[in-house]
């Protein structure tokens, strides 16, 4: 069965320092990988997905990247977080279906603070 | 722009009843809608996928229903559990395949 992980699960860091969250998901090839945002009070934001290795689209301009190293590694950085990063960062997965994208499955999440 | 818009946006629902979260989406050319749970703190689970050729999707208690004509789908829970008690999502993915478009949740709590 497919797994998928994220970590750190939470994460204190000032502003200005760097920021490295990662997300793998196991027993499946090729899945469409994405991050997503959950401020506070508000909806989940897609910030960046990805359709395979290298491949990178962005949603929202921020100071935040992804890159996708390798097959089911999907990682987002920033040089220098602000106040307004802080939130619960989401990782999901699909599969590429015939049809297109299938079923959206979430990592448990992980909670940023900057102060 | 696909908007998506869940009502109520909490409810409180003593042990045993029958209930329905509703969601709408403004844009009817969906490719298929999902329902989600998350615990506060936590991910979101997956609970129902329709796809957009579908009318409902049943598992164990829960029936999600779409009506793409009227940009609806309903979430029936029966006899519901404190264990029930969570936020409940819906997203539309729209006919551009990546985007997911969530809708703020309904919060629902069932008392003992």
């Known amino acids: 069965s497919q797994t998928i992980h994220q970590w750190p699960a939470t994460l204190v860091q000032p502003v200005g320092s760097p920021l490295s969250l990662e997300c793998t998901v196991e027993g499946t090839s090729n899945p469409n990988l994405y991050w997503y945002r959950q401020a506070a009070g508000r909806g989940l934001q897609l910030l960046f997905y990805s359709v395979g290795i290298g491949q990178i689209s962005s949603e929202v301009p921020q100071n935040l990247s992804a890159s996708r190293p390798q097959d089911r590694q999907f990682i987002l950085s920033s040089k220098k977080l602000l106040l307004s990063d802080s939130g619960f960062y989401l990782c999901?997965?699909?599969?590429?279906?015939?049809?297109?994208?299938?079923?959206?499955?979430f990592g448990e999440g992980s909670r940023l603070t900057v102060l | 722009k696909q908007e998506v818009t869940q009502i109520p946006a909490a409810l409180s629902v003593p042990e045993g009843e029958n209930l329905v979260l509703n969601c709408s989406f403004t844009?009817?050319?969906?490719?298929?809608l999902q329902w989600f749970r998350q615990d506060p703190g936590k991910g979101l689970t997956s609970l129902l996928l329709?796809?957009?050729?579908?009318r409902e999707q049943t598992s164990g208690r829960l029936n999600a229903s779409l009506d793409k004509s009227s940009g609806r789908s309903t979430l029936y829970i029966a006899a519901s559990q404190p264990g029930d008690s969570a936020t409940y999502l819906c997203?539309?993915?729209?006919?551009?395949?990546?985007?997911?478009?969530f809708g703020t949740g309904t919060r629902l709590l069932v008392s003992p």
């Open positions: 844009d009817s050319a969906i490719y298929n």
């Open positions: 997203a539309v993915r729209t006919s551009g395949f990546q985007k997911l478009v």
């Open positions: 999901a997965w699909s599969e590429l279906l015939a049809g297109g994208p299938g079923e959206l499955f």
């Open positions: 329709i796809q957009s050729s579908q």
